[in-house]
């Protein structure tokens, strides 16, 4: 696995592939700036009106729903219509499923009626989303019985490879389960950090074919430079700050050195 997710990396800062996100107002630069650091090309349009021209553009497209409306809601639809058509990987980050009905009801409609690649989110939303209750308080994670069960269940049911993040992040496809072990309790602390590590799962799944590796390889990077960025921080402001940077500078040795991810 250390060098496949090696692979990746080196393909993605040589391909510089475009991930189009259609994501939430609070992260939308912190994505653009992490995509960039990564070593891939972000662009953020939610526009109905380009969204074609856009989306069949990109190499994957990033979904978001942490800031709903009806007419982003129409976009998305259009840009995920649009990438099924083109064989675009569709990653979904269903931010606050369980919280509100719209938030549930759209993530459903969208896992139901169209090919999504990749649904990430936390142990509540993932349980929600599966049937098997689960809590989410706003955007966090409250209770899920069985992060494992949820997320394989998830992914046999939607037919996607389902990762769910938290202490340990959980990868399946509803047969094989990868779980990434790296990563730093202070990413709870600082707005966004999960939608961040959609951005770069998106570019590795960008680069590659099989796509359960992908999204571990993303996972265990960010985690990776998370880790590294928690020795030079001295709190959640500083911790934000050297993990940009951690992320612009992760290399191959930090990778040998620190990536943990397991088979279940």
């Known amino acids: 696995m250390v060098n496949e997710c090696k692979k990746l ?15 939430n107002y609070v992260v939308m630069n912190d994505n653009a700036n992490i995509a960039l650091h990564i070593g891939a090309s972000p662009v953020m349009a939610h526009a109905y ?24 809601i129409k976009s998305m639809e259009l840009a995920i219509s649009t990438a099924n058509k083109r064989g675009i990987p569709v990653i979904l980050d269903p931010v606050g499923a369980g919280a509100t009905q719209l938030r549930t009801d759209t ?18 939303e993932i349980s929600v989303l599966a049937g098997l ?43 094989n389960t990868l779980i990434v072990k790296n990563g730093h309790q202070w990413l709870s602390t600082i707005t ?25 390889c993303g996972l265990g990077a960010y ?14 402001a500083s911790f934000k700050q050297a993990l940009f940077d951690a992320v612009y500078n992760l290399s191959d040795t930090d990778i040998e050195k620190l990536l943990n991810i397991e088979n279940v």
């Open 9 to 23: 990396l080196a393909e993605i800062r040589a391909k510089r592939p475009l991930l189009h996100h259609i994501t």
């Open 49 to 72: 009106e380009e969204i074609e021209e856009m989306t069949s553009l990109a190499s994957a497209l990033v979904i978001n729903i942490g800031t709903l409306d009806k007419d982003w």
């Open 107 to 124: 993530a459903l409609r969208f896992l139901s009626d169209y090919q999504i690649t990749v649904l990430k989110g936390n142990a509540g």
């Open 133 to 175: 209750g689960g809590q989410v308080k706003g955007v966090d994670s409250v209770s899920a019985e069985a992060p494992l069960e949820a997320a394989r269940t998830a992914a046999e049911k939607f037919g996607v490879i389902t990762a769910i993040t938290g202490k340990e992040d959980i990868v399946s496809d509803g047969k």
């Open 192 to 216: 966004g950090s999960g939608c961040n590590a959609t951005t770069v799962i998106s570019a590795f799944v960008a680069v590659a074919d099989n796509i359960l590796n992908a999204v571990a």
């Open 223 to 236: 985690g990776v430079a998370a880790e590294i960025a928690a020795q030079k921080a001295q709190g959640p």
